[in-house]
């Protein structure tokens, strides 16, 4: 089946324009959760989602990020008036979100940010 | 705190050669699961391994092999007789599974390794 894809692969913005940044999960996975990854470093926590309810955004740099899952299934990760430290790549892992399945995350092929 | 620390930034080897990848973490729960993931140059992350905190028997396939010592909180990784096709970077991650205060499932990663693998 389906993997997790996320859109669009890369993103080339300017400073102070707001990017949408979006993931579609595994048809059936319940948890959803996105990771940014900057330059030579692991992927950091964003936040959280299971089903349409972001239960966990404390991984959220600033309010300038914002993420939504409005009816349980796409999610999108959006950064308002963005800033060249925002560069970076986002992935986006979803898992079914019970029992040992919730610690099979798949993640998609990931999004590159570059603000200039 | 990092809870998970790779401190092999960089690896450089030759092919045939084997070569181990450091994992320490760190976590107060009893339950947790430890991962190993591989970053090609492409980008995309592949996932290579799970072990749960109360399995500690090591495990093999083909070339790859993991030894978890709980008494030491590590989980290194081995590649037997190396390939240029190795060459990526390697992530282990920590999740805690009994969610003081973190959400369940979530990873915390390393700062990966570089392996690189010379023909």
């Known amino acids: 089946g389906a993997g997790v894809s996320q859109s669009p692969r890369y993103k080339v913005t300017k400073r102070g324009q707001d990017v949408a940044l979006r993931c579609d999960p595994i048809s059936g996975h319940v948890s959803l959760y996105w990771y940014r990854q900057a330059l030579g470093q692991g992927p950091e926590f964003l936040t959280y989602f299971n089903y349409e309810a972001q239960q966990d955004k404390s991984g959220l740099p600033n309010d300038r990020f914002s993420a939504e899952r409005p009816e349980g299934s796409i999610s999108t990760l959006t950064i308002q008036r963005t800033e060249q430290r925002d560069s970076a790549m986002y992935r986006c892992?979803?898992?079914?979100?019970?029992?040992?399945?919730?610690?099979?995350?798949?993640f998609g092929p990931g999004t590159r940010l570059t603000v200039t | 705190a990092q809870k998970v620390t790779q401190a092999q930034t960089e690896i450089s080897v030759v092919e045939k050669e084997d070569v181990t990848l450091d994992c320490v973490y760190e976590t107060r729960d009893t339950t947790y699961y430890l991962f190993w993931y591989k970053q090609p140059p492409s980008g995309e992350l592949v996932f290579l391994i799970r072990?749960?905190?109360?399995?500690?028997q090591n495990e093999i396939s083909g070339r790859y092999s993991w030894n978890f010592q709980k008494s030491t909180s590590s989980f290194n990784f081995t590649i037997t007789a190396s390939q240029v096709v190795d060459s990526a970077v390697y992530f282990c991650a920590l999740s805690e599974a009994q969610g003081r205060g973190s959400t369940l499932g979530r990873l915390y990663f390393g700062r990966g390794t570089q392996l690189t693998v010379w023909p």
């Open positions: 892992a979803s898992s079914l979100g019970s029992g040992q399945a919730l610690y099979e995350q798949y």
């Open positions: 072990r749960n905190s109360f399995d500690e």
